[in-house]
């Protein structure tokens, strides 16, 4: 009698041994696979993935304007007045895009100001444009210089910062045109613009508005040098 | 008596069983786990390479259309002399924008890291920065560049040049050292500006990144691949 529970306690006792390491075992594996996808090779890859993606789908938005446009033309081959009408319409739409229109629409203002101790550089306004245009900033202007695709930001003397050949004032007021929250966060995030900003300190106002105007940019962009290769 | 010793028997077997298990599993654990990795590696790959492809695709088609834009253009054009100004200045705005491959005289400058550590404490003053490019950029367009690219991509007005970590990205698409910044224009004067006394490029030096610049008969600077799209801002008549 003595001898069959000695047998089964120490069977039973076995048993249980082996059921806790195995459950151990269970969940070491579980907490593997999870190490196992956060490894940096796999994380490289879907970044790749998610920007091929990206381009590949404005590639799509590209092709279907083209599309469109080419049905466009089509429909009025025989029509040579309308033809032209959608000629204009497409210059007025780069037009658009280059700066050469006065635009509206919600964004953000944001003053900088010279103060006691520090004034307003070159530095501080090549950023901001830089940031805004991260942010998706569809038209940018400062002291109502639009800023466009050849347009320079300079350092002349001590007073002055030169935009578009003009030399312009402290106090600077940048405006962009574009999703408000995005253009806010773009420049409020920690560590970000206004935070280098108050670092240095250097005077810096912002405020997110639902219309802001953007004035077109009087110049016109030309080439001398550059031309197109077929 | 026997049975004790059965009963003892029947545990170590057990105990050995129990480690003879772990081991073997500790050992499944680890090929599998690695195994797993590799192949959601490659099936990652295999996806990056299918987007990949079908962007490809996609290019080419739209290089098609846009031939073929092109075209109806200018059969819309020969009707009047009007329309024949309205096309040429839609390709100027093309062009503009960044549309178009150009080509014509400029400089080429070439920005590395400092090769041997400087004799100066701040190491990251003798490597190149996004604000170094977007400095250089800016100095390009005061001089009178008409186009300019960093490592192939375009520079437009849409373009944000972008820091996260040490790595720099230029209209989303990583960009790495050497910084080869292409500008079209006259090349005396972007010459001379950029090597002007106290001018960026002077900065660039003192701090010990090693700064290349060439004169060039000819560049070509690649189109912007990217869209304009806008979705805030209208026209104001």
């Known amino acids: ?230 | 008596m026997q049975e004790k010793k059965i009963a003892a028997l029947l545990g170590i077997m057990c105990f050995m069983l129990t480690v003879g298990i772990c081991v073997q599993m500790r050992t499944v654990t680890s090929t599998a786990s690695r195994m797993g990795r590799t192949y959601a590696e490659n099936e990652l790959r295999d996806s990056v390479l299918k987007w990949k492809e079908k962007y490809d695709l996609a290019y080419d088609n739209l290089e098609t259309k846009e031939a073929k834009l092109d075209k109806l253009r200018e059969t819309a054009s020969t009707s009047s002399e009007a329309s024949e100004n309205v096309k040429a200045g839609l390709e100027q705005n093309n062009m503009a924008l960044g549309f178009t491959e150009v080509i014509g005289s400029g400089i080429t400058i070439t920005l590395k890291d400092a090769e041997v550590a400087t004799n100066k404490l701040d190491l990251s003053s003798s490597l190149v920065h996004y604000s170094d490019l977007i400095e250089v950029i800016n100095a390009l367009k005061n001089a009178g560049a008409e186009a300019v690219s960093v490592n192939g991509e375009r520079i437009v007005n849409v373009t944000a040049i972008t820091c996260a970590g040490n790595i720099i990205k230029i209209n989303n698409e990583k960009v790495g050292v050497p910084f080869v910044i292409n500008a079209i224009g006259s090349s005396e004067k972007l010459y001379g500006a950029l090597t002007m006394h106290g001018g960026y490029i002077d900065k660039l030096k003192e701090d010990g990144v090693t700064v290349e610049i060439e004169k060039k008969d000819t560049i070509t600077i690649p189109k912007y691949n990217g869209v304009y799209k806008f979705e805030y801002a209208k026209v104001v008549e």
């Open chain 1, 1 to 230: 009698m003595k001898g069959k529970y000695t047998m089964i306690i120490s069977i039973g006792l076995a048993t249980l041994i082996l059921t806790t390491v195995m459950f151990t075992q269970f969940k070491t594996v579980e907490q593997t696979d999870i190490t196992a996808i956060e490894t940096m090779r796999e994380t490289e890859l879907r970044t790749e993935l998610a920007n091929w993606k990206t381009k590949y789908e404005e590639m799509e938005i590209k092709l279907t304007e083209t599309e469109s446009k080419i049905a466009e033309y089509q429909s009025q081959v025989s029509n040579s007045a309308e033809s032209e009408t959608i000629l204009e319409k497409e210059l007025n739409e780069t037009d658009m895009y280059l700066g050469y229109k006065k635009l509206q629409g919600e964004g953000i203002e944001v003053v900088l100001k010279d103060n006691s101790n520090t004034a307003i550089d070159r530095w501080d306004l090549l950023s901001i444009v830089n940031e805004l245009k991260l942010a998706g900033a569809e038209a940018i202007s400062i002291n109502g210089e639009r800023i466009v695709s050849n347009t320079e930001i300079a350092t002349v003397g001590t007073q002055f910062i030169l935009i578009n050949g003009n030399r312009i004032p402290a106090p600077f007021t940048v405006k962009a045109i574009g999703d408000k929250k995005y253009l806010e966060s773009a420049i409020t995030i920690k560590g970000g613009y206004i935070d280098e900003m108050k670092l240095y300190e250097k005077t810096v106002e912002y405020e997110v508005k639902d219309i802001v105007e953007i004035p077109a940019y009087s110049g016109k962009i030309k080439f001398e040098y550059a031309e197109e290769n077929k």
